[in-house]
């Protein structure tokens, strides 16, 4: 059974899930005093918690099982579960529409695109937008960020940290009016010291971190999303054997995709483009080639129409295809706007 249907207030199943606990099981052995830790809470608020879980975990499994293989979910439980997985939003409603809410959590989405259509700049908005609090509809969770080709702007990302607050703020407002109301108590510094940046500078370093990603996440449960920018600049130096170059990508994907289920969070990998011999004209296509593209659960395109910065859902087992336009301002990723396009940011 997952927390989601357990009878507590949403606050508190928004910091479960936050945190990684999105099963009875996985509550199973906790103390109050470890739960009161990774929840920010009371220890006995944690307490009831664990006490709530453990009367519905006894209803849900009357009879002790015998078997030798443990942790078989039905569809229906899964179903459930990845229906209450929080996403982070890209801050712009056309792009999270179609993405059915933002970049979900358990998952590895790839972005890709041409130089300037604004991946970097997304990529700096998902490890600014990761951090907004529970209370405010995110995951308080913290970011992985790992540069590869230098194109990180720790100026720029205080620039959208800053306008993250100033939104905040608003949201309170609008909260104060209907008698409710959230403290903002995260600031543009804070939320810089929650962004843990690794420069790469070769691809055996990539592979040696993404090995590395396993431990460091475990010592910092709350790292909720984990962004490569871009997956493609070192594979694409020097690389004769093609073989080795695709086992190598296999490889770091399927320890991705397993960071992504084990501790509940978005893996986003940004992706460069290549010209490829189509149809009797050269198109172009993301980098890497053909298995490449089956190594993630989600593709997104991102192109120019015009002036404008558009988004597609190339390929996703529960999206559908579709397209949505953006714009990169001065905030950072938003609605798109005619005053927006191609706007000088620093």
Not at 31 to 54: G, N
Not at 126 to 146: R, S
Not at 156 to 175: C, W
Not at 245 to 271: D, H, P, S, W
């Amino acid at each position: 059974m997952e927390v989601g249907r357990l009878p507590i207030s949403a606050s508190q199943r928004g910091k479960l899930i936050s945190a990684g606990y999105t099963t009875l099981a996985s509550l199973s052995s906790l103390s109050p005093s470890d739960l009161a830790r990774d929840l920010k809470i009371l220890e006995s608020e944690a307490l009831e918690i664990l006490k709530v879980a453990s009367h519905d975990c006894r209803l849900d499994q009357p009879e002790k099982s015998n078997g030798i293989f443990t942790g078989a979910q039905t569809a229906w439980e899964m179903l459930h579960e990845e229906q209450s997985f929080p996403h982070i939003t890209t801050s712009c409603a056309d792009l999270d529409n179609i993405l059915g809410g933002g970049i979900n959590c358990k998952e590895v989405t790839e972005i890709g695109g041409v130089p300037g259509i604004g991946k970097t700049q997304l990529g700096i908005q998902l490890a600014v937008n990761v951090q907004i609090p529970v209370d405010f509809g995110g995951l308080g969770g913290k970011a992985v960020y790992i540069d590869t080709e230098g194109s990180f702007m720790v100026e720029r990302a205080l620039q959208i940290a800053e306008a993250s607050v100033v939104d905040m703020s608003h949201y309170n407002e609008l909260l104060r009016k209907e008698l409710r109301t959230c403290q903002v108590e995260i600031q543009p510094t804070d939320i810089l010291k929650n962004i843990f940046y690794f420069r790469i500078c070769s691809y055996t370093e990539q592979i040696a971190l993404i090995n590395h990603l396993d431990k460091f996440i475990l010592e910092h449960k709350d790292v909720k999303i984990v962004i490569i920018d871009s997956v493609t600049f070192h594979f694409r130096q020097d690389f004769e054997d093609l073989a080795l170059r695709t086992r190598l990508l296999g490889g770091m994907a399927l320890k991705l995709m397993n960071l992504a289920n084990k501790y509940n969070l978005a893996v986003v990998i940004f992706n460069q483009v290549t010209t490829k011999h189509k149809e009797g004209s050269f198109q172009l296509s993301l980098a890497l080639g053909d298995s490449w593209s089956h190594c993630c659960t989600n593709r997104v395109i991102l192109y120019w129409n015009g002036d404008e910065r558009n988004a597609h859902i190339d390929k996703s087992p529960s999206l559908k295809s579709a397209s949505a336009p953006f714009s990169v301002t001065r905030k950072g990723i938003r609605n798109s706007a005619s005053n927006h396009k191609r706007i000088k940011l620093m």
